[in-house]
């Protein structure tokens, strides 16, 4: 069973910046499609950025593109939301998620149902 712990989280500004991290707790990370997903009170979760295995390939949410950068480093094991231009509507809980199965070949990277490792969250508070 792969744990996936997020960290960066906090409270900013809007117009600041955080980064996040996302450490799984085994060393095959590199054979996983990773993403990133957020659920604001009262919504529900929504796709925001995603990686593929050997990073080549990332994809975004039209609302983050160009302010959010999904990135990895398989040999430190860990992924990265650099989030710039923050904005209260990027309040939100902040999920990384694991694609074990490779499912992200034929369902794509945008859906939740892809991702079968999901962490446990970190808050995102953006005060305007």
């Known amino acids: 069973q792969v744990q996936l712990v997020e960290s960066g989280g906090g409270l900013v500004q809007a117009g600041g910046s955080l980064r996040l991290s996302c450490a799984p707790s085994?060393?095959?990370?590199?054979?996983?499609?990773m993403g990133w997903f957020r659920q604001a009170p009262g919504k529900g979760r929504e796709f925001v950025a995603a990686?593929?295995?050997?990073?080549?390939?990332?994809y975004y949410a039209e609302s983050v593109k160009g302010r959010f950068t999904i990135s990895r480093d398989n040999a430190e094991n860990t992924m990265y939301l650099q989030m710039n231009g923050l904005k209260p509507e990027d309040t939100a809980v902040y999920y990384c998620?694991?694609?074990?199965?490779?499912?992200?070949?034929?369902?794509?990277?945008?859906?939740?149902?892809?991702?079968?490792?999901w962490g446990q969250g970190t808050q995102v508070t953006v005060s305007s």
């Open positions: 998620a694991a694609d074990q199965f490779g499912r992200s070949t034929y369902w794509g990277y945008t859906v939740s149902s892809t991702y079968n490792y």
């Open positions: 990686i593929s295995r050997s990073g080549a390939s990332t």
């Open positions: 085994e060393r095959t990370f590199n054979a996983y499609a």
